[in-house]
């Protein structure tokens, strides 16, 4: 290794989600928005179809094209589409679309006339994320509109779906009243003659502990890279993502000197420095100079004063110490290295956030498995 680079380990994700599979009896949905929550989303659709996921989950159209593009042929949902979103190109490459307002129905069934194609529509409830979809105040006229559209031949009504807000605390009180609201829509869906298919509901944190929200198809992100949706709470996961980076120089230097931009670090004693190429460019969050865990050469160090944009310093004390050797700044933790989880409590956000940033802008991406 000579520069920084982010490893993928795609075992680690066929057998995440077969994991997940075998905690459910609904299909699995594995979402792959985010380029892949920064591991890549072609390698890793394709890595989490073959554990046995049966569909792909992203936010936007042209992620799904991407998928398509790459020659991807399962089921793909797209689920944030405003209005100008070029809807008949995702009917033509069989991208299934979510729908959440009357307006949304009307756009869907014209893409899908001009398109020449019957368009593939998830209906969403806003269970009480408040975010997408139809409150239940307006749901019935949606689903009144979805059926006319149906019944015209140029939508079909795949699914019913919504989405937890807070499926990550156990027993939040939330979870049974979205839950409620659900099973409302779906009574209210077939009393106005609609019974699709499917019905889906599950992030990572309600497939690995609330069956009863996992209706025909779950739809986990973060576990299916091997991370835990819930803080302290270990599930058999398998981290698929590590960041490493060669040690590009090293130095001894006396105590009281200034580290990196602004002295923010002052060396406590004579020690030695390793400079890391890697920086706040390639995802390293900047929130964490003088504190981010690096791990050199077999043991454990923090980063000494502020994360540049392309490098920091790590201060390795007495440690014997090359250029060259590895630095990893976490990984699934087998040899001591520190994980995304690690790095998250330090920065004080979610190793969602932390795997992310590592998306297709910063370093190179290297898989195995
Ligand atoms: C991101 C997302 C998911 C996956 O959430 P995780 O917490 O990563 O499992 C599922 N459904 C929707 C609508 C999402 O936006």
Not at 54 to 83: D, F, H, I, K, N
Not at 160 to 170: E, F, N, Y
Not at 190 to 215: I, K, M, Q, W, Y
Request: charged share 20%; with cysteine.
């Amino acid at each position: 290794m000579w520069q920084a680079e982010a490893v993928v380990d795609l075992a680690a994700i066929r057998a995440n989600v077969a994991l997940l599979r075998k905690r459910t009896s609904a299909e699995v949905m594995a979402v792959v928005k985010a380029d892949g929550y920064g591991h890549g989303a072609v390698p890793s659709a394709r890595a989490a179809l073959a554990g046995g996921a049966t569909w792909l989950g992203v936010r936007s159209l042209p992620e799904a094209l991407e998928l398509r593009a790459a020659g991807v042929t399962a089921p793909v949902l797209a689920w944030l589409l405003p209005p100008g979103t070029p809807l008949p190109e995702g009917v033509a490459a069989d991208v299934d679309l979510s729908v959440s307002s009357v307006a949304q129905v009307t756009e869907l069934a014209e893409a899908a006339r001009r398109a020449g194609k019957v368009a593939r529509a998830h209906l969403k409830i806003d269970t009480g994320l408040h975010r997408n979809g139809a409150t239940l105040d307006v749901w019935p006229k949606l689903v009144e509109a979805a059926a006319k559209a149906q019944a015209e031949g140029v939508l079909e009504i795949v699914a019913v779906w919504s989405h937890l807000a807070c499926a990550d605390v156990l027993g939040d009180p939330s979870i049974d009243r979205q839950l409620d609201v659900f099973l409302e829509a779906s009574a209210i869906a077939e009393r106005l003659g609609v019974t699709p298919r499917l019905r889906h509901l599950a992030n990572s944190a309600a497939t690995l502990t609330r069956p009863d929200t996992h209706f025909d198809l779950v739809r986990p992100g973060v576990a299916v890279y091997g991370l835990s949706p819930i803080e302290g709470q270990d599930f058999g996961l398998r981290p698929a993502m590590t960041v490493r980076a060669p040690v590009a120089l090293v130095k001894r230097v006396p105590a009281g000197e200034g580290v990196s931009y602004g002295h923010t670090y002052v060396t406590p004693r004579e020690t030695t420095l390793c400079l890391i190429p890697i920086g706040y460019a390639d995802g390293v969050p900047r929130h964490a100079s003088s504190s981010g865990p690096v791990w050199v050469n077999g043991k454990r160090f923090e980063i000494a004063g502020r994360v540049c944009m392309d490098q920091f310093v790590v201060d390795c004390d007495d440690a014997v110490v090359a250029a060259g050797d590895e630095a990893v700044l976490f990984g699934p933790g087998d040899r001591g290295e520190p994980t995304a989880d690690d790095w998250a409590a330090v920065v004080g956000t979610i190793n969602y956030e932390i795997v992310t940033r590592f998306g297709r802008s910063g370093v190179p991406r290297r898989y195995r498995g």
